[in-house]
């Protein structure tokens, strides 16, 4: 039986076989590509029967991150809604097991388009279809009643932007090798300015056609939910535009294009227009939120970068980290802009 780094193979498959119903062994497990935080393995049984396994980086984690048990209960909850999500099968909190919490879901059969090439097999009515679809996905989480599908309790529902604001802070001052004077004046920019928090949603948190399974045009899963919480929509909203780069705009040297960027996607204004109209909020301050989603970005990717850099993330991962200390400064950077228009 081949050893996959992450995955105790021996007791894994045994609660496997105890815990999922209809599974056959032995089991094929596999890292799959993309990723720089939780794990996630492709898990394919005698039958071809697949399945998707998320536990947490190896090595040690930041205080609260990585919360399998979270994650299992988000997707769980929305199946009961219109948001399109895989099918949650079961939780493991036993470390015994694999040395750390994991959960099984269901694979989503399809593509996560994680950049231009991938985006330019889809035919262009497609791509304008799915980013239709990408916008509407986004406005019925926004409309979902959390305490109606029993995620009431994910999170304090006031202040968002300043819990956020705290919380990276906290990430950035614990996690960053060297000063870097952007962060803290956008930082202080983004207290300053804070607009007033209408009402509350669930958040994604992660909101991108890199987090996405897509199939003839459409949305059929949303992944990666360990950021979800309760809070201000517009800073989904935020997070989508930024990701939303067109052909012509500047993209992160040595990474590749985007996905949008193979065209033939609605424009911002078509993504702003369509949630206006779809949920009533007003995105007069939509900047503001653009500005802080790439500040929480550049926090976000300095953990990752350390991660990286001590060897949490395993051996022999493919990942230029030079490429990625340069990608948080341009992401600093892009929030102070945004703030000083």
């Given at each position: 039986?081949?050893?996959?780094?992450?995955?105790?193979?021996?007791?894994?498959?045994?609660?496997?076989?105890?815990?999922?119903?209809?599974?056959?062994?032995?089991?094929?497990?596999?890292?799959?590509?993309?990723?720089?935080?939780?794990?996630?393995?492709?898990v394919l049984d005698a039958t071809d029967r697949a399945l998707v396994l998320r536990r947490p980086p190896l090595g040690h984690v930041l205080e609260s991150a990585h919360d399998m048990g979270r994650e299992h209960k988000i997707i769980a909850a929305l199946q009961a809604?219109?948001?399109?999500?895989?099918?949650?099968?079961?939780l493991c909190t036993d470390n015994n097991i694999n040395d750390?919490?994991?959960?099984?879901?269901?694979?989503?059969?399809?593509?996560?388009?994680?950049?231009?090439?991938?985006?330019?097999?889809?035919?262009?009515?497609?791509?304008?279809?799915?980013g239709h679809h990408v916008i509407k996905v986004l406005c019925d989480l926004h409309t979902v009643d959390a305490e109606g599908v029993g995620l009431g309790d994910l999170g304090r529902r006031e202040a968002?932007?300043?819990?956020?604001?705290?919380?990276?802070?906290?990430?950035?001052?614990?996690?960053?090798t060297e000063e870097l004077p952007a962060m803290d004046e956008a930082i202080r920019l983004l207290v300053g300015q804070k607009p007033e928090q209408v009402g509350f949603t669930i958040v994604h948190g992660d909101y991108r056609l890199g987090n996405m399974i897509v199939r003839e045009g459409a949305l059929c899963a949303v992944l990666d939910w360990e950021l979800c919480?309760?809070?201000?929509p517009l800073a989904d909203v935020g997070y989508l535009l930024n990701d939303w780069n067109g052909p012509d705009e500047l993209i992160d040297e040595g990474r590749?294009?985007?996905?949008?960027?193979?065209?033939g996607f609605p424009s911002r204004?078509?993504?702003?227009?369509?949630?206006?109209?779809?949920?009533?909020?007003?995105l007069g301050s939509?900047?503001?939120?653009?500005?802080?989603?790439?500040?929480?970005?550049?926090?976000?990717?300095?953990?990752?970068?350390?991660?990286?850099?001590?060897?949490?993330?395993?051996?022999?991962?493919?990942?230029?980290?030079?490429?990625?200390?340069?990608?948080?400064?341009?992401?600093?950077?892009?929030?102070?802009?945004?703030?000083?228009?």
């Open positions: 039986m081949r050893t996959v780094e992450g995955i105790n193979t021996l007791a894994v498959t045994r609660w496997l076989c105890d815990n999922i119903d209809g599974v056959t062994p032995p089991f094929e497990y596999s890292l799959i590509a993309g990723g720089h935080s939780n794990l996630t393995y492709r809604s219109d948001v399109p999500v895989a099918a949650a099968l079961g750390a919490p994991f959960y099984v879901m269901e694979f989503v059969d399809g593509t996560v388009l994680a950049d231009a090439a991938l985006a330019s097999e889809l035919s262009v009515d497609e791509r304008k279809s799915l968002y932007l300043d819990r956020q604001i705290r919380r990276w802070r906290k990430q950035w001052e614990s996690s960053k919480t309760l809070g201000d590749a294009q985007g996905p949008i960027a193979a065209g204004d078509d993504l702003i227009a369509a949630y206006a109209q779809g949920t009533g909020r007003d939509i900047n503001y939120y653009r500005a802080f989603s790439h500040w929480r970005l550049a926090a976000i990717g300095q953990g990752v970068y350390k991660r990286y850099l001590v060897g949490a993330m395993g051996k022999d991962r493919d990942f230029d980290l030079d490429s990625y200390k340069q990608s948080v400064t341009r992401r600093a950077n892009a929030a102070l802009e945004l703030l000083t228009l």
